[in-house]
């Protein structure tokens, strides 16, 4: 059955990196746009980023411009988040979900996954 998991979420210190992970499985991700959003306790979900099937990209959130980068690996049917410089308010579960990107938002396609929890933290 298609599924996207999310991997790669940690405990990090603040000003750190992590790496996270959105595995497709039961179709071929190099096919659709694929969105990261997040989500913190207490707060509606707020978009990330997207990215299209050329590798153009999208920055949706403004505190993670120039701190988050989206990218993809076709051959491993994977899309990466790398962040860096890392906040407590990043602090939040992490998903991905297949989308259709546009400059002002990602409009997400199917169910989401369980997430990848980001905790920032001393």
């Known amino acids: 059955q298609l599924q996207l998991v999310e991997s790669g979420g940690g405990l990090v210190q603040p000003g750190g990196s992590l790496r996270l992970s959105c595995a497709a499985s039961?179709?071929?991700?190099?096919?659709?746009?694929i969105t990261w959003f997040r989500q913190a306790p207490g707060k509606e979900r707020e978009g990330v980023s997207c990215?299209?099937?050329?590798?153009?990209?999208?920055t949706y959130a403004d505190s993670v411009k120039g701190r988050f980068t989206i990218s993809r690996d076709n051959a491993k049917n994977t899309v990466y988040l790398q962040m860096s410089s890392l906040k407590s308010e990043d602090t939040a579960v992490y998903y991905c979900?297949?989308?259709?990107?546009?400059?002002?938002?990602?409009?997400?396609?199917?169910?989401w996954g369980q997430g990848t929890q980001v905790t920032v933290s001393s």
């Open positions: 990215i299209n099937e050329s590798g153009g990209s999208f």
């Open positions: 039961g179709f071929t991700l190099e096919h659709y746009h």
């Open positions: 979900a297949r989308a259709i990107c546009t400059a002002s938002r990602a409009y997400p396609l199917g169910a």
